[in-house]
C-alpha cells in the first residue's frame, strides 16, 4: 500500500515525528474538499435563485395588485356609465313629455297613435342595475348597456324629427297668429256693429260688413295684424281706403281715412300707424269703417279684437 509521510516537531522542539497517511485517504479527503467546495458554489447560486425568484414574484404580486386596482376602477366607470344612461334615459322622456305640452297648449295635433319615444308600442326600458359588485364580472351589464344604447340613439332620432316638426308647427302658427287681426284699430266709440241696421241715408235694412268706430278727423289708425298692403285708393260710399293682405285668406278694410299714410305693396307689422281717421265717401261725420274679411267673405271684426 503507498503511504505518504509526514514529519511534525513536537511540543518540545526536540523531537520529529513521523506520521504515514494512506493514499486513498488523501484522494478521499481531496474529493470530500472539491464536492465541499461545489456544494458550496451550488448553495451559493440557489440562494441567488431564490432571491432572484423572491424579486420577480414581488414585482408581479405588485403587476397583478396594479391591474386588479385597474379592473376595479374600470368596473367603476362601466357602473358610472350605467348611471348616465339612465339619467339620459329619464332626461329624454322628460323631454318627450315636454314635447306633448307644448303641443296641448298650441293646440297642435298630438294624435301619434301607439308611436312612442322609444318605438311604436314601445316602453322605457327598465333601468340599469348599476349595484353590482365591483368584485364582480360586468359582463351582461356591458351587454345590456350596448343593447339600450342603440335604444337611446334611435329613440334620440326620432325626438329630434318630432321637435323639427313642432318648431315648423309652431313657426307656422306663429306666423299665422301675426297675420290674424287682434287688435283695436282705432281709439273712438263704437257708432254701428257688424250685422244687420236701418241705413242711415235710406232708413232700409241693410247688412252693415264691418264696424264703424267714430272720432276726430286725424286720428291715428293702426293696422290690426301683419301684412301686406293691397291696395290704396278712393270709392264713391267707402271714400278714399287702405286693404291689407295678411296672408291665409285674411284681409281688412279701412274707409273713409282722410288720407293713407301707407303705399300699396308696403310690408306693415300690427301696430303700425297707416291713415288718419276721416269723413271721406258716404259718412254722416269722421269714423272708420273697419271691416275684415275671411276667403272673401265678411266676417264680424269685434270677434278678433282682443284689446
Not at 241696421?197 to 260688413?209: L, M
Not at 265717401?281 to 271691416?291: E, I, K, N, V
Not at 271684426?301 to 282682443?306: A, D, G, Q, R, V
Amino acid at each position: 500500500m503507498k503511504m505518504t509521510s509526514f514529519f511534525i516537531l513536537s511540543n518540545t522542539g526536540a523531537q520529529m515525528k513521523k506520521i504515514s497517511i494512506p493514499g486513498f485517504l488523501l484522494r478521499a479527503l481531496g474529493v470530500v474538499l472539491i464536492g465541499g467546495i461545489v456544494g458550496l458554489g451550488y448553495l451559493i447560486y440557489d440562494h441567488y435563485q431564490i432571491r432572484s425568484a423572491v424579486n420577480a414574484s414581488s414585482d408581479l404580486e405588485q403587476t397583478l395588485q396594479l391591474q386588479e386596482d385597474l379592473i376595479t376602477t374600470q368596473r367603476h366607470q362601466i357602473q358610472k356609465f350605467a348611471d348616465d344612461i339612465n339619467r339620459l334615459k329619464s332626461q329624454l322622456v322628460a323631454l318627450n313629455n315636454f314635447e306633448e305640452k307644448i303641443r296641448i297648449i298650441a293646440n297642435i295635433n298630438t294624435d301619434k297613435g301607439q308611436d312612442t319615444v322609444f318605438g311604436v308600442g314601445g316602453s322605457r326600458p327598465e333601468d340599469l342595475a348599476t349595484n353590482i359588485d365591483v368584485k364582480r364580472r360586468h359582463t351582461s351589464l356591458m351587454r345590456e348597456m350596448h343593447a339600450q344604447i342603440d335604444l337611446l340613439q334611435a329613440a334620440s332620432e326620432e325626438q329630434h324629427e318630432q321637435m323639427v316638426a313642432l318648431l315648423g308647427k309652431l313657426e307656422g302658427q306663429k306666423s299665422l297668429l301675426a297675420c290674424t287681426p287682434a287688435i283695436r284699430p282705432v281709439k273712438g266709440w263704437l257708432t254701428s256693429r257688424f250685422g244687420y241696421r236701418n241705413s242711415p241715408f235710406t232708413g232700409r235694412r241693410e247688412f252693415h260688413k264691418g264696424l264703424d268706430i267714430a272720432n276726430q278727423i286725424g286720428t291715428p289708425i293702426s293696422v290690426t295684424a301683419d301684412g301686406i298692403v293691397k291696395s290704396v285708393g278712393s270709392k264713391r260710399y267707402l271714400g278714399n281706403y287702405v286693404i291689407i293682405d295678411h296672408g291665409h285668406g285674411m284681409v281688412t278694410h279701412y274707409g273713409h281715412i282722410d288720407k293713407a299714410l301707407v303705399k300699396r305693396g308696403a310690408k306693415v307689422k300690427r301696430g303700425d300707424i297707416i291713415a288718419e281717421m276721416g269723413n271721406s265717401g258716404r259718412s254722416t261725420g269722421p269714423h272708420l269703417h273697419y271691416a275684415v274679411y275671411l276667403n272673401g267673405v265678411p266676417v264680424n271684426p269685434s270677434t278678433y279684437i282682443l284689446n
